[in-house]
Nanobody, 123 residues
Framework: QVQLVESGGGSVQSGGSLRLSCAASGDTYSVYCMTWFRQAPGKEREGVSTIDRTGRTTYAGSVKGRFTISQDNAKNTVYLQLNSLKPEDTAMYYC?????????????????WGQGTQVTVSA
C-alpha cells in the first residue's frame, strides 16, 4: 500500500506561482511512476505531468514550459512547480502512483491517489 498526501495549493493571481508537494509513504519502493492530474468543475480529469523512477518527465502541452515536476527520493516527495499561472489552471490537483511500468495519462492505470489540493487562479 502507498499513501499520498498533497499540499501547497492556494489562491493566486494570474502570472503567479505555486509549488505543490505530494508526500508518499508506505511501500514507496513499488512505485514506478508518479503523475499529477487535475480536474476543474464540470470538466474531465486531465493528466498534467509525470515522472518515473529514472527521473524521466513528461508534460501536457497546456503546461509545458510553465510547470516543472521533480522528485526528492530521500523524502519520498514529488513536487510540481507551477509558474505563469493562468485562470484556466484553476482545478483540484491530484497526485497518483502507478506500480506498473506505465506513465500514461490514464487515471484507470493508477493504483493510489491523494486527496487533492485546490489551485485557484484569478484574472
Amino acid at each position: 500500500q502507498v499513501q499520498l498526501v498533497e499540499s501547497g495549493g492556494g489562491s493566486v493571481q494570474s502570472g503567479g506561482s505555486l509549488r505543490l508537494s505530494c508526500a508518499a509513504s508506505g511501500d514507496t519502493y513499488s512505485v514506478y511512476c508518479m503523475t499529477w492530474f487535475r480536474q476543474a468543475p464540470g470538466k474531465e480529469r486531465e493528466g498534467v505531468s509525470t515522472i518515473d523512477r529514472t527521473g524521466r518527465t513528461t508534460y501536457a502541452g497546456s503546461v509545458k514550459g510553465r510547470f516543472t515536476i521533480s522528485q526528492d527520493n530521500a523524502k519520498n516527495t514529488v513536487y510540481l512547480q507551477l509558474n505563469s499561472l493562468k485562470p484556466e489552471d484553476t482545478a483540484m490537483y491530484y497526485c497518483a502512483a502507478n506500480v506498473r511500468p506505465s506513465c500514461l495519462y490514464l487515471g484507470s492505470e493508477y493504483n493510489y491517489w491523494g486527496q487533492g489540493t485546490q489551485v485557484t487562479v484569478s484574472a
